[in-house]
């Protein structure tokens, strides 16, 4: 498979459509079973507090894999994103409610590079706050 993306037809400051994807603890629980990672500070609202947490948080893997989804859908194909990377700068933090958490993903092609590819940078809120910053991934366009 390639990216649906013609790389012709792409400029800097393409926006990339935004998304929003709920985090719950439930989403939480199903994310550990997955990956393997069963820390506390993921689940125990008692242990999350007791380590200085404000109440239980996303894993951060998980949230990193959220936001690349704005990039992955835009492109066609998983499979185009040829680098990715993010700096982990605030924790997703996940009430006990019905309406957990709010991750906000945005992206913006920020330059063109060669061999059609494309620097997208992605811009990750939840709360109002940014929770990863240099979010930036590399896509191979057809």
Do not use: C
Request: charged share 20%; glycine share 8%.
């Amino acid at each position: 498979m390639a990216a649906k993306i013609s790389y012709a037809g792409v400029e800097v400051g393409t926006e990339l459509p935004a998304q929003s994807f709920p985090v719950t603890r439930a989403t939480l629980v199903q994310y550990a079973g997955a990956s393997g990672d069963f820390n506390p500070i993921h689940w125990n609202e008692k242990f999350a507090t007791e380590v200085g947490l404000p109440d239980v948080i996303a894993h951060g893997m998980f949230t990193m894999a959220e936001a690349v989804r704005v990039v992955t859908d835009w492109a066609g194909d998983p499979g185009a994103v040829v680098e990715y990377g993010v700096r982990f700068t605030k924790p997703v933090v996940v009430p006990n409610d019905e309406k957990g958490a709010l991750i906000e993903v945005s992206g913006k092609v920020a330059a063109k590079l060669d061999d059609n590819r494309v620097q997208v940078d992605v811009t990750v809120m939840s709360e109002g706050q940014k929770v990863l910053s240099m979010s930036r991934a590399v896509v191979q366009l057809s």
